[in-house]
């Protein structure tokens, strides 16, 4: 199967589904009015609600909601085969991570940039913002949870990577001081962007040469080292404001992120590799090595971004509504940013499928579970021979994924000898993926936890309180630093993968809310039909991996905790999302009888002629 007309008829969904149906939302459901005041210049405060350029803001909302989902979620799911993974992909994103995205993110802007939380409890009821922000803040610790063990498994050992991802730190703060603070008030963006391009490309050539010397040793860390380090970081990225740190390292991470999907595609057009993996295989009944289920309904919490995340909606409630200049950037930052993460999906999928089977499942397997399978490898010992490492039993992923995009990389011309520096980019390329979703996750899970704090003590709920913000930082940090520190992929994965949809779900359930609200009912079914699909899909995942994946490991000597507390939060995260979206169904028939309206849904008043007009009219 040739990849060429495949990647070329998805290129050509996302440009008919981005000019017209986000269009027919924008204009349609949500009423985008550039003359009403964003957060940004309503509330600006020099530190969390900063107006933006446009392209910087994409830059930043990418960065932060592409993490390890796109990347690893499609490449484990290959087992199933390239069909199921390719359509969820294209028809998901499309019809409802895109969506979901768009439609939250506004109405965060029409709530003063407040969280998913704070619009359910507007939108909804006090009842119903109290658990979602209950179940976001726990299902955002596992999910990046779930992240972070991934960039864990890529940097463990590996000096090259930490590195080079150590280097883009420094280089991002000189960018922050530089494009922020340096002429008056007035954003520069040429200067800052051409000098951290060039950094960061000596930094990757540099982690070669470092990884060479006989320095290597002080950056070579273990997976719990590595976890120490993250945890360091994510708590510093969310305490310094906004522009000095998670800005523009996210804008600069764009560049690497946007440029090497520009190069993938061209890769793919050029080398134009065959899927070498059937359309559909025999694991779509169960069995598989890589995920212990059927391809229904598994295949949909695995490949858990790229089609559609809940953790969209909490930086789509969290940072990015504070930063829009303008309400019509919401529909390039809202539904193009997806698109962008779908594309990436897609070209995951493709890198791994293009590598032989055998390959392909001795890498994502151990050795005893690989000898079963009666698969033989191809390229694999050649492949190690090339990037100087073992690759059989390196699980989770990243590595299979790092050497099918190394592999496309290597057939461009005058590429052959480089198969090496391409893996290792790949790498880095993952990891920085990652990261920059840490960071901006854990930055949004201190905001959750501050408005439920607030509650308690209303000082928690003021997000330019420092000692809130330290204490909450720091409490963020240590619940999924000890998840990754005790965890495993096999366990955080699906666990990630089911909590991550069941927030979708339940952002669906609040966008749906909105839009009644605002008297927008006959264009509810665009968040509805996801909303059910992903729900029912979920749900039975959940019900699924505490049958076979979670309760199994309580009688497993060594594992008898993990196995108790993951199914406690797999039940903590269904009875939520069954509250939440049995609440919103009740205030949607009190809505249509005629049931006052929240102010809220329809954002500051608009001005025409002299006359005020409410955004929904």
């Known amino acids: ?58 830059g930043h909302h990418f960065a932060a909601i592409a993490g390890a989902g796109p990347l690893v979620g499609p490449t484990l799911a290959a087992q199933f085969g390239f069909a199921p993974g390719f359509l969820w992909l294209l028809i998901g994103a499309v019809l409802a991570g895109c969506v979901q995205d768009f439609t939250v993110l506004v109405a965060s802007l029409r709530h003063r940039g407040r969280s998913l939380a704070d619009i359910a409890r507007t939108e909804i009821s006090p009842f119903a913002g109290l658990v979602t922000m209950i179940a976001m803040l726990f299902i955002l610790l596992v999910t990046l949870a779930g992240l972070g063990i991934v960039v864990v498994n890529a940097l463990a050992n590996s000096p090259w990577g930490v590195f080079t991802i150590g280097t883009t730190v420094p280089i991002a703060l000189i960018m922050g001081v530089w494009m922020f603070k340096s002429h008056s008030g007035k954003v520069t963006i040429t200067g800052p962007s051409i000098f951290g391009v060039v950094l960061l490309i000596g930094a990757v050539i540099a982690g070669h040469t470092f990884a060479q010397s006989g320095s290597a040793g002080v950056l070579t860390f273990t997976p719990h080292q590595i976890t120490l380090l993250m945890v360091a970081y994510g708590f510093i990225a969310s305490v310094l404001p906004v522009w000095l740190l998670l800005e523009p ?52 919490v695995t490949i858990a971004c790229g089609a559609i995340s809940g953790f969209h909606s909490l930086v789509a409630s969290g940072t990015t509504p504070k930063m829009l200049n303008k309400e019509t950037d919401a529909r390039f930052i809202g539904y193009g940013a997806m698109l962008c993460e779908s594309l990436v999906g897609v070209l995951a999928l493709i890198a791994a499928t293009s590598m032989h089977p055998g390959d392909y499942f001795a890498i994502n397997c151990t050795p005893e579970v690989f000898a079963k399978l009666g698969l033989h490898t191809v390229n694999l010992d050649m492949f190690s021979r090339e990037v100087g490492e073992k690759l059989a039993g390196r699980t989770g992923g990243a590595v299979s994924l790092a050497i099918g995009m190394a592999q496309i990389f290597k057939g461009l011309p005058g590429m052959d000898r480089l198969m090496a520096y391409w893996y290792h980019y790949a790498i880095m390329f993952e990891a920085l993926f990652i990261l920059t979703t840490v960071d901006t996750g854990t930055r949004v899970a201190r905001y959750v936890m501050q408005e439920l704090l607030g509650n308690v003590h209303k000082k928690f709920g003021d997000t330019a309180w420092l000692p809130g913000n330290l204490m909450t930082t720091a409490l963020v940090v240590s619940g999924w630093g000890y998840m990754i520190y005790t965890g495993s992929i096999s366990t955080i994965w699906p666990l990630f993968g089911t909590g991550n949809q069941l927030l979708a779900t339940i952002a669906l359930a609040v966008a749906t809310t909105f839009l009644i609200n605002m008297g927008r009912a006959k ?24 049958q076979n994946i979670f309760w199994p490991l309580t009688s497993k000597p060594g594992q008898m905790f993990t196995g108790y507390l ?22 949607w028939i009190a809505v249509l009888r005629g049931a006052p309206r929240p102010k809220e849904a329809f954002g500051p008043p608009v001005t025409v002629d002299g006359q005020v007009r409410m955004g929904c009219c």
Do not use: E
């Not at 993951?566 to 919103?584: C, P, Q, R, T």
């Open 1 to 58: 199967m040739n990849t060429f007309p495949i990647l070329l008829g998805a290129l050509c969904i996302y440009a008919l589904a981005y000019r017209y149906y986000s269009a027919f939302i924008a204009a349609k459901a949500l009423t985008l009015d550039d003359r009403r005041a964003t957060p940004a210049h309503a509330y600006a405060d020099g530190h969390n609600y900063v107006a933006s350029p446009k392209w910087v803001l994409f």
């Open 249 to 300: 390292r996210d804008y600069l991470s764009t560049y690497v992120k946007l440029g090497t999907i520009a190069i993938l595609i061209v890769g793919v057009f050029i080398v134009h590799p065959d899927i070498r993996f059937p359309a559909v295989t025999q694991f779509v009944h169960g069995g598989g090595p890589i995920i212990k289920g059927h391809l229904f309904p598994f295949l949909f």
């Open 523 to 546: 264009y509810a079914p665009i968040t509805i039909v996801p909303m059910c699909f992903v729900g029912v899909t979920t749900i039975t995942a959940g019900v699924l991996s505490i």
């Open 566 to 587: 993951d199914s406690i939060l797999m039940v903590i995260f269904i009875v939520g999302v069954i509250l939440v979206v049995s609440n919103a169904i009740a205030r």
